[in-house]
């Protein structure tokens, strides 16, 4: 599975982003799906997770709930980040990952990573 993620940029306080993250490959459906972020001299975090399965469960890491909101859409092979009420905080490089099985709020539990694309959040 490759990943390609986009949809980054420069947003004011309070502004909107929707991230994408599109995957090759046919198996895409059986695939947990997730988010994480990284800012400078910080460690990579948790952001939000989405399952395979029908009920398609959804994580969120406790910064974020309430602000973002993870999707996925099987038949376009691709996951979606929607992030609103962004705050400076928010600024770092996010990761898009696809997960075989495991915990899927923790990294080790993924299998394959996209490049990143970089969020930062500004007046």
């Known amino acids: 599975v490759q990943l390609q993620a986009s949809g980054g940029g420069l947003v004011q306080p309070g502004g909107s982003l929707r991230l994408s993250c599109a995957a090759s490959?046919?198996?895409?459906?059986?695939?947990?799906m997730g988010w994480f972020r990284q800012a400078p001299g910080k460690e990579r975090e948790f952001v939000a997770a989405?399952?395979?399965?029908?009920?398609?469960?959804?994580y969120y890491a406790d910064s974020v709930k309430g602000r973002f909101t993870i999707s996925r859409d099987n038949a376009k092979n691709t996951v979606y980040l929607q992030m609103n009420s962004l705050k400076p905080e928010d600024t770092a490089l996010y990761y898009c990952?696809?997960?075989?099985?495991?915990?899927?709020?923790?990294?080790?539990?993924?299998?394959?990573w996209g490049q990143g694309t970089q969020v930062t959040v500004s007046s």
């Open positions: 990952a696809a997960s075989r099985g495991g915990q899927v709020v923790v990294a080790r539990a993924y299998d394959y």
């Open positions: 490959g046919r198996t895409f459906s059986s695939y947990d």
């Open positions: 989405i399952t395979w399965s029908g009920s398609r469960s959804t």
